[in-house]
């Protein structure tokens, strides 16, 4: 396939040829349409940039996918590894190889707008720069860009109209000056918008793009994906639907301020504006991570019934482990059968990962039917899942006993549960910030000696992406300017341990900030625990735990069983009393 | 006095004059010569503005003050709480105040160069600044500025040249383009060339200025400060001794680009340069935070010699309390004897705190010889206080138990316990800065809806100032970008509870920073507990402690007691015994 691009690349003059895996509004999974560099590397990963020479390929990826690129990369694919001493990152690769005389092309649809102006800035010469597609006419049977049936979300759901939720961007868009705002991510645009639709697998998005005016708001959509019904509502917002493509054309005209998120819309859109951009993040980022009390009653509904699906994935699998023959995949495709039982269930939110013993250890390891590993009963299994449901939106990590495990993984797994448990336990004055608690969490890691090299958590989203900000755990901000937790933020609080070739760990619930007590010292805020499952008691070394830990713990599991015991049956009732005893 | 001024004021045609506390170094303790605003004011706070108008006066202090600035005010003066909802702060009454044809005033050597530029920025007119001294003229009996002799600071004991530390700064100010850099901040220019002095009581600082080029370097010090010694030993350095007021003829002189702090310079000074100024933090800041070896080697002797000291006043305190008279002040008092009978001893590192009861809630309380609280055997007696030795400086703080004592004063002795031993225990990555991990110590009194209102801990200067930058722990960064904790910074970890009209509770270890395991994760630091005074067992609700905060308890008092014992008399060794008995 390489060398047939190259082919095609010296016909056109085009010396660099970049493939990225990104849809047209850089989302962060793409449909099967935007799977080029997949199609082009042989590598399967979830996120990666190929970029083609006349004579080379390389492909970037990050660590987690360090270990499966060099497996998949056919061989004349060189593998860069991102963040590594020794390989230089794809801008500094560019900008110190490109010679004045080349020419740099991609599909600017899929091309991050901030990426190349990034790259221009550190070149000291006009880049030539060439948007031309030489995907198309090398991908035979190319599968066809989704377009789904878009639907209108019901307010009983999300709580708040898009006339409200417009004026609050329009507000911002004054106090910035800007006379137009441009949206390309499909999560900002499904939020306002109270539409969804399945053009994405696990998130319920729609191919679009917005516009939005002060006294105008256009929504650009695909020809089939919408009907009169959805024209009708949006207009009644004061929304006016347009062509897909027809943004292209309408953003060239637009002048004053243009309020842009350039790292989140693609290069050949925002090459077409002619007018001063203020980049920004979204407003709606901060808008929508904030969930309203509709949203949130709805979330915590949500939660019981994944909370119910897990549980009797628990029960089914630690009575049966050793018993029934079981395997990665096939136990993964079970706890998705319970969930499909539970009302109002749409998909997984994302793929799960089902990962037994050492596997577990690569942090986002994919099972696959041909390479599914069985499952025995001893050790752990590690199950990282959620749902997509009318109500809302779950991320729930499991680790599960399947039988006998050694005092050093029962340590282990105390530590990480430790560590979730200090989190979701705080009690903090507002105006802290994701990464002001992050320490809590890792703290138990990092005293002996281990740390997860990851974030401790992500905000998710509302029958939305399930990765979504700007809140977040971590202990540095990407951006540089972390956001105060506020009611209504949800997040996740999974920290783990994972050690390679041994074992995995990790324990995951999600929590909902709201206001705690006001006193004078101020206002202070603390976490409801959205996630309804047990923590394995198997797994826990009760001599390790302090008593707030325990007094955490029992509260969480009584809590558990009054909210869960209702949706089981007497045999998983019965069972989960003993797994929520308390310690 | 106000009546005084505002006469003189009148006559010189000013409409506002401020006094600040300050010296012409802008330093955090004065001299008596430049105590012009407790003079004028009555209020003999550490810290606060005088402002003076033709029919007004305010006063502006911090939260720490209000209770005694309102006491001690005449009558005459308004104060003004900053930080306080209906309280201007003084930058903005200025600026809301002053008209275009009204002039502000002040003496120019004690007002700050970084105050004056931003009110400046703030007004949308020219403002009539004139620098003029009016407190000489009216403060009758005006001490003289103080003038002591300098003397050499032994390598011994600092381990590093002057000429060594003028190569990093100049390399410093080769990266920023600077051909000159000027110095006003006493503790910098203590630090770089070795010399300290008795100019401010507690902090052994000489009154000088520095100025700084590639090829020379002057120190500017009063006449009588010097001697043949000083300046043979600096001549050997490559600085040349100048007269201490020729600095403000020399900066005119000065071209090219300067690096100059501007918060840490007087106007009269900073207004006299004639050349672009880059303002930055002084590079000392950051180079003398970081402790040498031998001044690691120095200080934990230092604290060796504190700690047998503050344990003899424990061990006498908890056995004759109730039996003979003991109040705050005499008692502080039997501290400083205890320790001027160590070796190195200079003078307390600063004015040492003794407030018993209620009085403890005030956490700047300063008893006086009039009103000093006696001690009965029952209460919290709080007692912060340090000592500069030769070998180093060191800071303090222990609560004791003076008898009985109410479950719940126990079970605050023990949270504010639990925050001082989570982050002197913490192991963590290398890159975390003293916000990420503030929220360690501070997480057991928020857990139960109390918070201390001010930050965890600041840096300790080498027999320098007892307070130092940049390293602190506090929940918010001051300056926005905090520096990360590095091996050789020393920092305290004194965590509080403070509760008006009833009690407070602080206790106070110094954490040397130091490297610990390097893995795969990444290099490890953990701190070393650099004091050594018991923590008070009869304080202690053991139920509270988890198993690791035990051992980290039982830890410490185990090395307590072998380094401080062999100091100690056989009685005293008896009861250290008892007083670090595991737990």
Redesign the interface.
């Known amino acids: 396939m390489i060398k047939k691009l190259q082919q095609l690349m010296k016909e056109k003059n085009i010396h660099y040829y970049i493939i990225p895996t990104d849809d047209d509004h850089q989302s962060e999974n793409v449909g099967e349409y935007f799977q080029a560099r997949k199609y082009f590397s042989g590598f399967t990963g979830s996120a990666g940039t190929l970029l083609v020479t006349l004579n080379n390929a390389f492909l970037w990826t990050d660590g987690r996918y360090f270990i499966q690129a060099a497996k998949e990369l056919s061989d004349d694919i060189k593998l860069m590894k991102m963040n590594t001493e020794g390989y230089p990152s794809l801008l500094e690769f560019l900008s110190q190889n490109i010679k004045e005389d080349e020419t740099l092309a991609f599909d600017g649809k899929v091309m991050n707008a901030s990426f190349v102006y990034q790259l221009e800035s550190l070149v000291s010469y006009p880049l030539h720069i060439e948007c031309i597609d030489l995907i198309t006419p090398l991908w035979k049977d190319r599968p066809a860009m989704s377009c789904e049936k878009a639907f209108l979300y019901d307010k009983k759901y999300h709580g708040m109209e898009t006339k409200d939720k417009l004026s609050q961007i329009r507000e911002y868009m004054n106090e910035e000056k800007c006379d137009a705002h441009l949206i390309a991510s499909l999560d900002d645009i499904a939020w306002i918008f109270n539409i969804r639709g399945y053009d994405i697998k696990c998130t319920p998005v729609v191919l679009a793009y917005a516009l939005i005016h002060q006294d105008s708001a256009y929504l650009y959509m695909q020809d089939n994906a919408y009907d009169e019904t959805i024209t009708s509502e949006l207009k009644k917002q004061g929304v006016t639907v347009k062509g897909y493509y027809d943004v292209y054309k309408d953003v060239k005209a637009l002048n004053g301020q243009v309020l842009v998120d350039l790292s989140n819309v693609n290069y050949e859109l925002a090459s077409s504006l002619n007018c001063d951009v203020v980049d920004e993040n979204n407003p709606s980022q901060y808008l929508k991570c904030i969930k309203n009390e509709v949203e949130v009653k709805n979330t915590i509904q949500a939660h019981i019934k994944d909370g119910v699906a897990v549980t009797k994935f628990m029960y089914w699998l630690k009575n049966n482990v050793g018993k029934i023959e079981m395997n990665e995949i096939n136990t993964a495709e079970y706890l998705t059968s319970l969930r499909a039982k539970q009302d109002l269930f749409i998909e997984p939110s994302f793929s799960t990962i089902s990962a037994y013993g050492k596997n577990a250890a690569l942090m986002h390891y994919h099972a696959t039917k041909e390479h599914a590993s069985p499952l025995e009963n001893k050790g752990f299994l590690l199950v990282d899942s959620g749902g997509q449901y009318y109500d809302g939106t779950t991320d729930i990590t499991r680790t599960f006993v399947l039988g006998e495990i050694s005092d050093i993984q029962k340590k282990h797994f105390t530590l990480v549960l430790k560590g979730m448990l200090?989190l979701q336990?705080?009690?903090?004055?507002h105006?802290?910030t994701g990464?002001?608690?992050?320490?809590?969490s890792r703290?138990p890691m990092?005293?002996?000696?281990?740390?997860y090299?990851c974030g401790t958590g992500h905000g998710v989203g509302h029958l939305l992406c399930v990765h979504e900000g700007p809140n977040e755990f971590r202990?540095?901000s990407r951006t540089g300017c972390p956001v105060a937790l506020q009611v209504g933020m949800i997040t996740t609080d999974e920290p783990g341990i994972y050690l390679e070739g041994q074992y995995g760990i990790r324990l995951e619930n999600e929590l909902l900030c709201q206001k705690?007590?006001k006193?004078e010292?101020?206002q202070?805020m603390s976490f409801k625990c959205l996630t309804m499952v047990p923590l394995d008691l198997d797994g826990i070394d009760e001599?390790?735990?302090?008593?707030?830990?325990k007094l955490a713990l029992n509260d969480y599991h009584k809590t558990v069983y009054q909210t869960i015991s209702p949706y089981l049956t007497k045999k998983e009732k019965a069972w989960l009393q003993k797994y929520t005893r308390e310690i």
């Open positions: 200090n336990r705080i009690k903090f004055l105006g802290q990464i002001d608690l992050d320490v809590l703290a990092w005293n002996e000696g281990i740390d090299q202990p540095k705690d007590i006193n010292y101020g202070y001599t390790m735990l302090s008593y707030d830990e």
